[in-house]
């Protein structure tokens, strides 16, 4: 590779050393400023740059030496070429990394970079020609700003035109290997019949045309109106022909003058007729392929937006079929409220099948052009909404609405469907709305509604009578169903009464509740209450196993007689003894929740209720209402023990939770007051 870019590089030097204007000594043109620099370009990061610099200041040198520059002056031109092609290999490494990668094998793609080119010869030149100058002076005492100048404008054409060839020469042999590579050797068919005579045009006409130019009117200082031809093929052909055209009009343009013909010819002086000649060439260059890079940089970028769209409208359909065959309804409405997209479920949902079209009828009146949609909304209770409360309306006021149940009247419908909403904001910046999803969960919660009535007829339905004691207790589930319960047994002497909380909530807390409660029942009441415990967590391992879930469960034995507790306690732990004196005891668990570690031991614990005393038990739900701590307990403490009344402490207790506002679980109070001897 080295041996191969030293004999070009030479024959480029001897090529531009034929081409010196006659009466002068300075060559016209000097192609091998241009392939220098895709001499280093084609060796980037490869090893021993200095021996490519000494071979190409060497073959500069031999090449001056040659051609009658005098051996005393061969440095003249071998020092300031490699400072040359050192400094805009430099520039194109660090601002067209795409060609400096791919050594030259990668053409230019956009605008910026043929601009990065032009700097580079620029700069090259700039800065070799003091050099050139400071040789020059040390060797003749005369410091030729002339021909300092002339090296600018000469190098940095040969730089911009031979750089654009080398580059595009090797993008094809790339481009040819590629194809080489994938099975396809014939050559790629890139022209239209429509274009064949654009091109025949390109290589025939336009240089007849510079020639009859030339020839006709050389004695007029005027070429520039044949640039037209250079704007018409970067408007039209491929960019590698282009790069072809210009250097081809470049050559005929300098080969007309280097033989006595053309405008340039008439511009009085050596120096100056070189210079013109050159920003010529290097203007056709410029022009031409800053045109057809442009175009390039349009065409793709046709291209992308049409790949973009394509796949837009591939998404979108796509997305359409998914949300048109979702069970579920979606309804998007604009910042205005508008409706954007409803699928076939929503409108089945909201306005029932015949009732399509209408549903697409603006509201008489209505200055948003609000559907008609909604218009069949009320509240479970059957009382019509208004128009802040409709799920989207909220959300664009800044409100939240999460499984929002709605009840919907249809025309047409046998009755109406309870239809849960969910909706949410849209982004600001993709115009700003909501979008709302409708779930028909009319079964469910009829499901639910029986799972309620069964829940609620397990729980006991009257109260045991017990002379001298009150008993009351409510259960309030976090749904429909808990997993709660509590459970009283009348027994000989007193009263054997169960507090019990299923891990989670819902209707599977609510079957193992039940099935909790039918265990216990099982067994016989009376006081031996940790023998009952501890056979209802044996005969519920599997269960309690399989749903990975415990239990815990407070159960106590009264002796109505002398007022004697005897309890267990598994892991439950939020039972009060409140005193008649004010004062309050909790009587801690003695023992971790059923389904924890089957086979533990099991405790009992006592206690004793006096005249006045009230025992107080809750779930855990009652806790994480009024704060989740144990000290937050105090409050519940404090309201229940000035009720008066079983009943009232009960209904105090889920009235302080009813202030909240919140009711993050299941709900279960039981009281037991001692009002006699």
Same mark, same amino acid.
């Given at each position: ?100 990668? %791919? @050594?030259?094998? #990668? ?6 970079? !043929?601009?990065? *080119?032009? +700097? &580079?010869?620029? /700069? ?63 050559? %790629? @068919?890139?022209? #239209? ?6 091109? !025949?045009?390109? *290589?025939? +006409? &336009?240089?007849? /045309? ?80 800053? +045109? &057809? ?83 069949? +909304? ?300």
């Amino acid at each position: 590779m080295l041996a191969g870019f030293a004999l070009l590089y030479t024959a480029a030097a001897a090529l531009g050393r034929r081409t010196v204007v006659e009466g002068g000594d300075v060559s016209m043109v000097w192609p091998a400023a241009g392939v220098s620099v895709i001499w280093l370009v084609g060796r980037a990061r490869r090893p021993w740059l200095w021996l490519d610099l000494v071979v190409m200041a060497l073959a500069t040198a031999l090449v001056s030496g040659l051609t009658g520059t005098g051996w005393s002056y061969v440095l003249l031109g071998a020092v300031p070429s490699v400072v040359q092609a050192l400094a805009a290999a430099i520039v194109i490494s660090r601002r067209v990394p795409r060609v400096w990668a %791919s @050594r030259g094998r #990668r053409e230019l793609a956009r605008v910026d970079e !043929l601009w990065w *080119l032009l +700097l &580079a010869g620029v /700069l090259g030149a700039v800065l070799s020609a003091p050099v050139l100058s400071l040789m020059m002076w040390l060797a003749s005492g005369l410091w030729p700003t002339d021909v300092a100048l002339l090296w600018c404008v000469r190098n940095t054409v040969s730089i911009l035109t031979v750089g654009l060839l080398g580059i595009t020469i090797g993008d094809w042999r790339r481009r040819r290997a590629e194809r080489a590579a994938e099975g396809a050797l014939a050559p %790629s @068919r890139a022209l #239209r019949r429509s274009r064949v005579a654009e091109y !025949l045009a390109a *290589l025939v +006409l &336009a240089p007849a /045309l510079y020639v009859l130019w030339f020839i006709g009117f050389g004695d007029l200082a005027l070429v520039f109106p044949l640039i037209a031809l250079t704007v018409w093929a970067g408007s039209r052909l491929a960019t590698p022909f282009v790069v072809l055209h210009n250097t081809a009009m470049g050559c005929t343009a300098v080969t007309l003058t280097l033989l006595g013909s053309g405008p340039f010819v008439t511009v009085d002086g050596t120096t100056l007729q070189v210079a013109v000649a050159q920003l010529y060439v290097g203007l056709v260059s410029f022009i031409g392929m800053a +045109l &057809a890079l442009a175009r390039d940089e349009r065409t793709a970028l046709v291209r992308e937006l049409g790949t973009a769209r394509d796949r837009a409208q591939s998404q979108a359909a796509l997305l359409t079929t998914i949300v048109d065959t979702m069970s579920e309804g979606v309804r998007v409405v604009d910042r205005h409220g508008r409706v954007l997209v409803r699928n076939p479920a929503a409108t089945r949902l909201l306005v029932g099948v015949p009732n399509l079209e209408a549903a697409s009828a603006p509201t008489p009146g209505s200055e948003s052009g609000e559907c008609v949609d909604l218009a069949g +909304l009320f509240r479970l209770d059957g009382t019509p909404l208004t128009e802040d409360e409709l799920p989207y309306r909220q959300v664009l006021a800044g409100g939240q609405v999460r499984d929002v149940d709605l009840l919907v009247r249809t025309p047409g419908s046998p009755g109406p469907r309870i239809v849960s909403f969910s909706s949410v904001p849209l982004p600001e910046e993709s115009g700003g709305g909501a979008v709302s999803v409708l779930r028909d969960v009319t079964a469910e919660r009829e499901e639910l509604r029986r799972a309620a009535q069964i829940q609620a007829s397990l729980l006991p339905t009257s109260i045991p009578t017990v002379p001298g004691y009150e008993l009351a207790a409510r259960f309030v589930p976090a749904g429909s169903v808990g997993g709660d319960f509590y459970d009283w047994q009348q027994v000989p002497g007193g009263v054997v009464v169960t507090l019990a909380d299923v891990m989670g909530k819902g209707p599977g807390a609510a079957i193992l509740a039940a099935t909790t409660r039918s265990v216990l029942h099982a067994r016989e009441a009376g006081p031996d209450v940790v023998a009952t415990l501890a056979a209802t967590e044996r005969a519920m391992e599997q269960d309690l196993a399989n749903a990975g879930a415990f239990v815990t469960m407070f159960r106590v034995h009264l002796d109505a007689g002398s007022g004697a507790l005897t309890y267990a306690d598994a892991g439950h732990g939020l039972t009060m003894i409140l005193r008649a004196d004010g004062s309050s005891e909790r009587l801690t668990a003695n023992g971790l929740p059923l389904g924890i570690v089957l086979g533990g031991e099991r405790t009992s614990s006592a206690a004793r209720l006096d005249r006045g005393d009230l025992l107080l038990m809750c779930s855990d739900g009652v806790l994480d209402a009024v704060g989740g701590s144990m000290s937050d307990l105090d409050r519940v403490v404090r309201i229940a023990g000035a009720a008066g009344s079983a009943d009232r402490a009960v209904e105090a207790v889920l009235g302080m939770v009813e202030d909240t506002g919140s009711q993050p679980d299941d709900l279960t109070v039981v009281a037991l007051l001692r009002t006699a001897r």
